[in-house]
């Protein structure tokens, strides 16, 4: 019977990596254990309504243990929730408006807890906010496909990134994988990382783009493949860029995912480098994901 309870109380969470879906249960989400990485977590909607249900909630608090003694609060009216509300926002704040004030020992002394607990609180808050405004977020685009074609007479894997960016990216390294449902002769089902190596994994800089290259030979895990034959490994592709943005001096990171219909055989990238008036070379990265048939 107690098994059974806790199996009908269990988490249960959806994970989506692109163009598989996965139930993991008995995962929390967001594990309040470890607070300040639950916040981090969230997005500017939750953390924002996370900070507002905590404030009233500390502020709602207070002002029951002021109305708990009538008369501890000069000026406040007995079994008058909302004024004890606002006194406790006043005091939570330490603005102090002058209008109602402690008068007995009790209040006293729960007026010091709460700006005790209001000092730390505006501290965590402003410095929560502040990570979030300070970490480093890329801003480059993956192409929308990657290609097979040939190149210096080499079937290629090519897949291209855009910085938005003016700024430059510094030591650069790039990694593609083939991500394919394995079932060993045990029976044992998981899902096995190929890596696919990259013409050039890394660079000193990246200014307008990048494209990986990885050549489809006799030791590439693509060799052979097809369409259809990587659908039915349930298979897929994951990008990921790693650099170190100069203008912040941090690292940043971008990830991006791919199913087997996003390749396209038989295609090139279209070019994104011409030359304006002058002779200057122009980047388009408005052709980023621009592809041309063979």
């Not at 000026?75 to 909302?82: C, E, Q, R, S």
């Not at 007995?104 to 979030?132: M, P």
């Amino acid at each position: 019977m107690a098994a059974t309870e806790r199996a009908g109380r269990r988490r249960e969470r959806l994970v989506q990596l692109g163009w598989s879906e996965t139930v993991v249960t008995d995962a929390l989400r967001y594990d309040w254990r470890d607070p300040y990485h639950a916040l981090l977590t969230f997005g500017w909607r939750g953390f924002l309504a996370a900070v507002l249900a905590y404030y009233l909630a500390v502020n709602m608090l207070f002002g029951l243990l002021y109305l708990a003694q009538p008369g501890g609060v000069a000026n406040l009216p007995p079994g008058a929730p909302l004024g004890a509300f606002f006194f406790s926002v006043e005091t939570f704040a330490t603005v102090g408006y002058g209008v109602m004030a402690p008068q007995s020992l009790y209040a006293h002394l729960v007026a010091t807890v709460e700006i005790f607990t209001g000092l730390l609180s505006t501290a965590v808050i402003t410095g929560l906010i502040f990570v979030r405004f300070a970490r480093p977020r890329p801003r480059l685009q993956f192409s929308r496909n990657l290609t097979v074609g040939p190149y210096d007479g080499v079937p290629m894997l090519m897949l291209r990134i855009g910085n938005l960016r003016s700024g430059i990216l510094v030591d650069v390294e790039a990694r593609l994988s083939l991500l394919v449902r394995h079932v060993t002769h045990e029976g044992y089902e998981h899902y096995q990382a190929r890596d696919l190596a990259l013409v050039r994994p890394r660079g000193q800089t990246m200014a307008l783009a990048w494209t990986m290259m990885h050549p489809i030979d006799e030791a590439s895990p693509l060799f052979g493949m097809t369409t259809e034959r990587l659908q039915a490994l349930d298979a897929g592709f994951i990008a990921t860029l790693s650099a170190t943005d100069r203008t912040l001096a941090a690292p940043v990171h971008a990830m991006c995912d791919y199913e087997p219909d996003a390749l396209l055989w038989n295609h090139r990238f279209a070019d994104m480098m011409t030359r304006d008036d002058s002779g200057r070379p122009r980047v388009l990265l408005s052709r980023l994901d621009d592809v041309l048939p063979l």
